[in-house]
């Protein structure tokens, strides 16, 4: 059996603000399995968007702005987290983790024992497994990945056959999962031609595979300098992140002005244009809103063109999954922008933020 330590290196979260509230531990203490679960050696735990906007407090309805991963003057303790809820100090973030299972607590599988894992990030009521009120989000209501071990319920997790390495690995589970969430939601299928927004970041790199996996034809909207990766991923056409006219772009490049799907994770002033580039019967899904969340919304464009919104964050239990599936048959692939040691992770997250990146950033131990 492999020997594990009382205590850990690890990244904590003190309290709302600046990068500066992201504390590097070196004894920390190593968290103990309980009851049906498992302890994890991580290898690998990717960086994502709710880490920045739970950190500096975004996602409180007293913030209106674009998230900069900055601190803000106000933010209401009662609203600072992706559900609405309060957060407690401190907090180890981090939900895309990949690791060794080393330690079961009691009446956890064990199979699960020497086996490398990735975590479902989504912590469930599992006698009301669909209920979205009894969910929660690892390393948010939970301590997390960043660090050298973590803890979860065994049935958080799923053994990967696949070569990938950990740090590749360790860029599906938040971005991927997402995505394909956005996709469900908005039932996209072979006919559908879908316009992703942000497709050079980790939730938009999936979405565009994840559309060409359904059949669907994706125009991609991604800053010039990442138009070659973004055309690798298979994206159909790559447009300007923000074309003037959008319409007219994609009449010149599709021969039509207009999709049957947006899939947004920016939001911001640009949101109406998008909206008015939806085919009368229409349907848009949004996972995000980096670009700010607070937009014009002509009501009378949605009901008279017959149009279909879905908001995308808790995703059914089956989402996971279907995730490992495409990932052992080769039908996905990692997008890994860049690894950095966790002792580093300020610089890592800095990196995340300036978004000058393709993929996902991942930390490892």
């Given at each position: 059996?492999?020997?594990?330590?009382?205590?850990?290196?690890?990244?904590?979260?003190?309290?709302?603000?600046?990068?500066?509230?992201?504390?590097?531990?070196?004894?920390?203490?190593?968290?103990?399995?309980?009851?049906?679960?498992?302890?994890?050696?991580?290898?690998?735990?990717?960086?994502?968007?709710?880490?920045?906007?739970?950190?500096?407090?975004?996602?409180?309805?007293?913030?209106?702005?674009?998230?900069?991963?900055?601190?803000?003057?106000?933010?209401?303790?009662?609203?600072?987290?992706?559900?609405?809820?309060?957060?407690?100090?401190?907090?180890?973030?981090?939900?895309?983790?990949?690791?060794?299972?080393?330690?079961?607590?009691?009446?956890?599988?064990?199979?699960?024992?020497?086996?490398?894992?990735?975590?479902?990030?989504?912590?469930?009521?599992?006698?009301?497994?669909?209920?979205?009120?009894?969910?929660?989000?690892?390393?948010?209501?939970?301590?997390?990945?960043?660090a050298e071990y973590t803890k979860v319920d065994a049935r958080n997790v799923a053994v990967v056959t696949s070569s990938f390495s950990d740090a590749e690995l360790a860029t599906f589970s938040c971005s991927y999962t997402t995505a394909e969430g956005m996709l469900g939601r908005a039932e996209v299928g072979s006919g559908d031609t879908v316009l992703v927004t942000g497709a050079s970041g980790g939730v938009g790199s999936a979405l565009v595979q994840l559309a060409k996996r359904r059949g669907a034809t994706v125009v991609a909207l991604a800053s010039p300098a990442k138009h070659a990766d973004v055309t690798a991923l298979g994206a159909d056409v790559v447009l300007d992140r923000a074309p003037q006219n959008l319409k007219a772009e994609l009449k010149r490049a599709t021969g039509k002005d207009t999709v049957s799907v947006v899939a947004d994770i920016v939001g911001g002033t640009y949101w109406g244009m998008l909206i008015d580039a939806l085919e009368r019967g229409g349907r848009y899904t949004c996972s995000g809103a980096i670009a700010g969340p607070i937009v014009e919304f002509d009501l009378r464009t949605f009901y008279l063109r017959d149009l279909t919104f879905t908001g995308s964050t808790v995703i059914t239990p089956n989402v996971f999954g279907d995730l490992v599936g495409y990932i052992e048959r080769s039908e996905i692939r990692p997008v890994l922008a860049a690894t950095y040691p966790l002792k580093d992770f300020h610089a890592a997250q800095t990196a995340f933020i300036e978004k000058k990146h393709t993929g996902n950033i991942v930390v490892v131990p």
């Open positions: 059996m492999t020997s594990v330590p009382k205590t850990m290196k690890a990244i904590v979260l003190e309290g709302h603000g600046g990068l500066e509230q992201l504390v590097w531990h070196e004894d920390w203490p190593v968290p103990e399995p309980g009851p049906g679960e498992v302890l994890i050696k991580v290898g690998a735990c990717g960086l994502n968007n709710t880490d920045v906007n739970t950190r500096s407090g975004w996602y409180s309805k007293t913030v209106s702005d674009a998230t900069t991963g900055g601190a803000y003057d106000e933010v209401d303790e009662s609203d600072p987290t992706w559900g609405g809820r309060p957060i407690t100090f401190p907090r180890i973030q981090g939900a895309d983790t990949v690791g060794t299972v080393v330690a079961l607590g009691d009446g956890a599988p064990v199979e699960l024992m020497g086996q490398r894992v990735m975590v479902d990030c989504w912590l469930r009521d599992w006698s009301e497994p669909y209920n979205r009120d009894k969910t929660g989000y690892f390393g948010s209501e939970c301590d997390g990945g960043y």
